[in-house]
Nanobody, 117 residues
Framework: QVQLVESGGGLVQPGGSLRLSCTASGTIFSLNVMGWYRQAPGKQRELVATITTSGSTNYADSVKGRFTISRDNAKNTVYLQMNSLKPEDTAVYYC???????????WGQGTQVTVSA
């Protein structure tokens, strides 16, 4: 079965930077979409950014220009570089793998990101 392991979360001051990593293991099809979602207390889980195997990206308007998603296909790893962090970015960040060919989605355990002075 597929497993996603995230790392890189933590506490950072406003304006600071953080990089999240997520590595997928198991049977990973060559064509897939990986992404990051986040959920703050009392709020719905929302899309942050996604990236296809070919490198096509999609960002939420709230993070555009500040966050950058990238991936290493050979390592089945997706990254999220977060710059100019704001307190409203505070949330649990989840890694997602979408294997459209078998209509299956897989989620990581989540990693806490806290932006506070």
């Amino acid at each position: 079965q597929v497993q996603l392991v995230e790392s890189g979360g933590g506490l950072v001051q406003p304006g600071g930077s953080l990089r999240l990593s997520c590595t997928a293991s198991g049977t990973i099809f060559s064509l897939n979409v990986m992404g990051w979602y986040r959920q703050a207390p009392g709020k719905q889980r929302e899309l942050v950014a996604t990236i296809t195997t070919s490198g096509s990206t999609n960002y939420a308007d709230s993070v555009k220009g500040r966050f950058t998603i990238s991936r290493d296909n050979a390592k089945n790893t997706v990254y999220l570089q977060m710059n100019s962090l704001k307190p409203e970015d505070t949330a649990v960040y989840y890694c997602k793998l979408d294997l459209a060919i078998i209509t299956k989605n897989y989620w990581g355990q989540g990693t806490q990101v806290t932006v506070s002075a």
